[in-house]
């Protein structure tokens, strides 16, 4: 039983920091698997593969830049939209071990789905941020994430049944505060949008 709690928190844990920051999340895995930091069960040696941290690495590196830039970061967002939610489920699929087919397909939505959820939010809140005319904002959300993901990475290494009581208290302040993010972006599309009055 502790080892299955301990497998869910995992994968939630891993499936939720995907939708924020997919690099820093694989290269913390494979990382974690070539060196040991923990026990790991066996499926997670698939991660310790040279070209996925090698790779993991590098776009983690182009994505520390690029999410410091106001608009580059939307972009950047807009660019993953698909990336993340996909990387979520395959992560999930792979930290699950043998399963059978309906449960790998499961465990595949489920990592999906919360994925996608924070990518979102993610995404959400930094197209507000974006209509600030100062860029320390979005410089402290970003840094902001990094933490957060790397956090939650080595808890769910460490403590995986905390990372999962995280992930669904990440979840409720998502389903909370997602209305307000949707409402807070079309409030500020529609005011960039609206022409200014011409002068007689």
Do not use: C
């Amino acid at each position: 039983m502790i080892e299955v709690l301990a497998g869910l928190g995992r994968t939630l844990g891993f499936s939720f920091a995907a939708g924020i920051n997919l690099y820093a999340t694989a290269a913390l895995l494979g990382l974690a698997s070539r060196y040991g930091w923990v026990a790991l069960p066996e499926q997670y040696q698939v991660f310790d593969n040279d070209v996925v941290i090698g790779a993991a690495l590098v776009l983690y590196v182009v994505e520390f830049f690029a999410d410091k830039i106001p608009w580059v970061d939307s972009a950047w967002d807009a660019l993953h939209t698909i990336i993340r939610p996909i990387g979520g489920a395959l992560i999930a699929v792979g930290t699950l071990g043998e399963a059978s087919p309906a449960m790998e397909g499961m465990v595949a939505l489920l990592g999906g789905t919360l994925a996608a959820g924070t990518h979102f939010t993610k995404a959400g809140t930094r197209a507000v941020a974006n209509t600030s005319p100062e860029p320390f904002s979005n410089w402290m959300l970003s840094v902001g994430e990094d933490v957060f993901v790397v956090s939650l990475g080595m808890i769910a290494l460490k403590y995986p049944v905390l990372a999962a009581l995280i992930v669904i208290t990440g979840v409720i302040l998502i389903l909370v505060f997602g209305a307000w993010i949707v409402r807070a972006v079309k409030r500020r599309w529609q005011a960039a949008r609206t022409p200014y009055p011409r002068r007689m």
